[in-house]
RNA sequence: GGCGUUGUGGCCGAGUGGCUAGGCAGAGGUCUGCAAAACCUUCUACAGCGGUUCGAAUCCGCUCAACGCCUCCA
């Protein structure tokens, strides 16, 4: 027996069986990326854990609600909640209008979604979507004396939230050492705590980005954000909100606080995080300035880099880590995730056209026992924490079953029709609608068509005309013509 | 300084009390016009030191090393 799904929960600090909230409904919420820069390939690694997840809830029959937010707005330079908001600073140095650059980035980021083969969320809402509500938020914290407001800045009174319930939970911290630990930064006066955090930030005359509100011209802090959303298209209370590890603290306690405080329930049944990918086990981030943009990667420009490596390529390395771990960039570690994974599509697309053919062989109980826990095992991977690593593992072991039918040094009758199409839709469900790896075809198919008219060339030099006509056939049929000119053989695209 | 995580064979990377992970690389074999693929067999492991246990890579303690968060960060 396959047992049910477990997830580990950052909130508990272990795993537990997921139970949604109401099924078969799932409400996911995934912090998404800031679009004032490029999104690098650390960020990737995120989302693409969380589309493995939402694809396999999905394929476990669940009905997801996936948002995914935009941050356009709200992300300031430093935690003291002072500097300059992010997109507003980068329109400034681009000479561009802050939506421009929040355009601009956020088309690179669905474009690489794409190139990843990653499915778009249900819902992407954009902070500056939701001003209107975020305003009500910080109106209700400040109706419940869980916020102040200071010259035109709302900030949460963390200490007050602290009597009543626990800020810090998720972080495993405690405010009193928070309390102490705080830096104290320049005009931070405004708050009555180091580690308050503000909900609604007065716009200084040079900032572009600016709202009206009960309190004057200002823009929203970066937390609220998600608490919005997340409970605007999700409820109160959802069944799991993701985002990288280190979002943990200080955003998602912050989410947790403004939630508890304004609709008095905890906002998230199950914490997901995934752990960070690392460049010489030095964790990968703009900041640190040692960060891979996907484009460097596929073409391999980069110091860094031997040689260039495919998006698919990219894909499979990452899901051979458990999204938990921290995973470690390499140029080995990349050359064997690729040959990986042309045996793993390789294998794809030769059971795709396998049909089960009766041989006449008798059952071999052993082998299909063999087979059945090799399926089962593919199963418990997944649903022990979504491990892929594993179910890559066990899906190399599958493969060698199919690749043995196929040449016959396994009997298709020593399975049965029954168990040969199970390991078919097992193996096709897991790597192309679980894993979500897809075929890379050669992106210049013009060197494979020079090489079909040198094979033509060569059948009309010795009148071998049937070869001659089949060539020219099958060119056709794919588009291309064949020109016998007085001045040679060419090719040129069917008109 | 506080909180936390990790240390697996040549490389990457699952596992977490007794049962083959897997991929890449290496060795031998089957197959084969050549080459490749595929399949079979196989060599290198659980940072160190102690402890618990019939039994530990897996639990506990200490040491060493690396990393993350506490500042924006996926």
């Known amino acids: 027996m396959v047992e049910k799904l477990r997830i580990y929960n950052s909130l508990s600090k272990k795993k537990e069986t997921f139970e949604p909230l109401e099924p078969p409904f799932v409400g996911m919420y995934v912090c998404g990326p800031t679009v004032y820069s490029d999104v690098h390939l650390g960020n990737i690694r995120t989302f693409m854990s969380f589309d493995v997840v939402y694809r396999y809830l999905t394929y476990l029959g669940y009905k997801v609600r996936y948002v995914r937010n935009i941050t356009d707005v709200g992300h300031l330079e430093n935690d003291a909640d002072e500097g300059e908001d992010k997109i507003s600073k980068k329109a400034r140095l681009e000479h561009l209008e ?33 001003i209107v509500e975020q305003i009500e938020m910080t109106q209700t914290l400040l109706d419940k004396g869980l916020a102040y407001e200071v010259n035109g800045s709302v900030y949460f009174d963390v200490a007050k939230y602290d009597k009543n319930h626990h800020y810090g939970k998720l972080s495993g911290r405690k405010i009193e050492e928070m309390m102490e630990s705080g830096r104290a ?57 993701g985002g990288g590890l280190d979002l943990q603290f200080p955003h998602h306690e912050c ?47 980069h110091p ?96 060698k079953k199919i690749n043995s039918l196929h040449t016959g040094q396994l009997a298709f009758g020593a399975l049965g029709a029954e168990v040969f199409e199970e390991i ?37 030099f010795k009148k071998d005309f049937d070869r001659v006509d089949k060539i020219r056939a099958g060119l056709k049929a794919n588009g291309i013509i064949v020109k016998d000119m007085k001045t040679g053989i060419e090719w040129a695209y069917e008109e």
């Open 304 to 399: 860094l880099l031997d040689e260039p490596y495919s998006p698919m390529t990219t894909k499979f390395f990452m899901l051979q880590s458990h999204y938990s771990s921290t995973l470690d960039f390499s140029n080995d570690a990349l050359k064997a995730a690729r040959k990986g994974y042309k045996k793993m599509i390789n294998g794809l697309r030769l059971v795709k056209q396998m049909q089960y053919v009766d041989d006449g062989a008798p059952q071999d109980e052993r082998t299909i026992q063999q087979v059945t826990n090799i399926i089962e095992a593919c199963h418990s991977a997944m649903n022990d924490d979504f491990n892929t690593a594993l179910a890559i593992g066990q899906l190399f072991n599958l493969l």
């Open 424 to 460: 078919k839709t097992t193996y096709i469900d897991f790597v192309e609608n679980i894993l979500a790896l897809k075929e890379e075809a050669p992106s210049d198919y013009k060197g494979l068509v020079e090489a079909m008219v040198e094979i033509y060339k060569e059948a009309k």
């Open 255 to 301: 989410e947790i606080a403004q939630s508890v405080g304004t609709y008095g329930k905890d906002p998230v049944r199950y914490w997901m995080h995934t752990n960070m990918l690392t460049v010489n086990g030095q964790k990968m981030s703009k900041s640190l300035g040692n960060s891979f943009l996907p484009h460097e990667l596929f073409t391999g420009n």
């Open 185 to 241: 930064l320049a005009s931070q006066d405004e708050k009555r705590n180091t580690i308050d955090f503000a909900l609604w930030k007065k716009a200084s005359p040079e900032h572009i980005m600016r709202w009206s509100s009960p309190w004057g011209k200002g823009f929203p802090g970066w937390h609220l954000e998600c608490s919005v959303m997340g409970t605007k298209y999700l409820g109160q209370t959802f069944d799991i909100h």
């Open 98 to 130: 802050p939506m421009e650059i929040v355009q601009k980035y956020t088309n690179g980021f669905h474009e690489l979604t794409q190139i990843f083969n990653m499915k778009p969320p249900s819902i992407e809402p954009s902070a500056t979507g939701h």
